[in-house]
T-cell receptor, first 111, second 113 residues
Framework: GQNIDQPTEMTATEGAIVQINCTYQ??????LFWYQQHAGEAPTFLSY????GLEEKGRFSSFLSRSKGYSYLLLKELQMKDSASYLC????????????FGDGTTLTVKP | DAGITQSPRYKITETGRQVTLMCHQT?????MFWYRQDLGHGLRLIYY???????DKGEVPDGYVVSRSKTENFPLTLESATRSQTSVYFC????????????FGPGTRLLVL
């Protein structure tokens, strides 16, 4: 099976930087996804990491360390619209595309 | 506009009734998935399909049935609804099992009384 842990809630200030961590335990790791989900809406794709290191996309970056079973999502220059849940999902190579999701981190951005 | 759609968007039913949730995608994606999301929690996989006529169980398949006679459709049926199946149901699709993301439908909010 898989265990995925994320903090339940985080609060940050507009314009600041926030790091959302995700730790996982799995066999046959085949990639880690980050999704953003606004309240009442569907998840939308943010990033995908399969190799160690940092992937940057504009204000959002995602980091992966496979040896440590650890990833983080870094959000820079926070905006009010970044208030949402952020879901970490891990894919195993035996699962034909299936991903297991963490419970998500609810981020609140305050003025 | 092309994409992935779900119907109905909202459904209220009673315990013991059969309910079918529809999912349709226009991308011809091979893979399709059904998840449920309970309040304050992440997504849990119910069933998935790698292609037409190929389906497999996810984490929480009990009480649900799926079929995939056509690539674009992946209906989910609750054979005899229970209150514990009150949830938000998301359908998703993806092109492959590599680095391709899953694209999610808007969700169906189901209340079982």
């Amino acid at each position: 099976g898989q265990n995925i842990d994320q903090p339940t809630e985080m609060t940050a200030t507009e314009g600041a930087i926030v790091q959302i961590n995700c730790t996982y335990q799995t066999s046959g790791f085949n990639g880690l996804f980050w999704y953003q989900q606004h309240a009442g809406e569907a998840p939308t794709f943010l990033s995908y990491n399969v190799l160690d290191g940092l992937e940057e996309k504009g204000r959002f970056s995602s980091f992966l360390s496979r040896s440590k079973g650890y990833s983080y999502l870094l959000l820079k220059e926070l905006q009010m619209k970044d208030s949402a849940s952020y879901l970490c999902a891990v894919r195993r190579n035996t699962n034909a595309g299936k991903s297991t999701f963490g419970d998500g981190t609810t981020l609140t951005v305050k003025p | 506009d092309a994409g992935i759609t779900q119907s109905p968007r909202y459904k209220i039913t009673e315990t013991g009734r059969q309910v079918t949730l529809m999912c349709h995608q226009t991308w011809s994606h091979s893979y399709m998935f059904w998840y449920r999301q309970d309040l304050g929690h992440g997504l849990r996989l119910i069933y998935y399909s790698a292609a037409a006529d190929i389906t497999d169980k996810g984490e929480v398949p009990d009480g649900y049935v799926v079929s995939r006679s056509k690539t674009e459709n992946f209906p989910l049926t609750l054979e005899s609804a229970t209150r514990s199946q009150t949830s938000v149901y998301f359908c998703a699709s993806s092109e492959s099992t590599g680095g391709e993301t899953q694209y999610f439908g808007p969700g169906t909010r189901l209340l079982v009384l």
